[in-house]
Nanobody, 119 residues
Framework: QVQLVESGGGLVQAGGSLRLSCAAS????????MGWYRQAPGKQRELVAT???????NYGDSVKGRFTISRDNAKNTVYLQMNSLKPEDTAVYYC?????????????WGQGTQVTVSS
């Protein structure tokens, strides 16, 4: 099992910045990819960014050039630096981690942290 605890959400004005953190605990040695997803009211959960254990990254189109994902494997923590925030970035942000055990993929989710961007 893997437990994920997010922090860093809050209220910010448009154009501002926030940094989210997600600390993993439990069976952390087998974690492969980590990432962030978000869900706005009335919308489906969407990809924000993912990062592999080796540091390769992938971003959703709407955040490219504004958000940066990073990972500290020693601290078992993934970060999301969000700059130039827009009102449409308002959502609950969820941390995700996955691992493969005996060819079976397991996904884990944090409880979510609210990000609100005012115009």
């Amino acid at each position: 099992q893997v437990q994920l605890v997010e922090s860093g959400g809050g209220l910010v004005q448009a154009g501002g910045s926030l940094r989210l953190s997600c600390a993993a605990s439990g069976s952390i040695l087998s974690i492969n990819n980590m990432g962030w997803y978000r869900q706005a009211p009335g919308k489906q959960r969407e990809l924000v960014a993912t990062i592999t254990r080796g540091g390769s990254t992938n971003y959703g189109d709407s955040v490219k050039g504004r958000f940066t994902i990073s990972r500290d494997n020693a601290k078992n923590t993934v970060y999301l630096q969000m700059n130039s925030l827009k009102p449409e970035d308002t959502a609950v942000y969820y941390c995700n981690a996955n691992r493969v055990v005996l060819a079976v993929k397991y996904d884990y989710w944090g409880q979510g942290t609210q990000v609100t961007v005012s115009s």
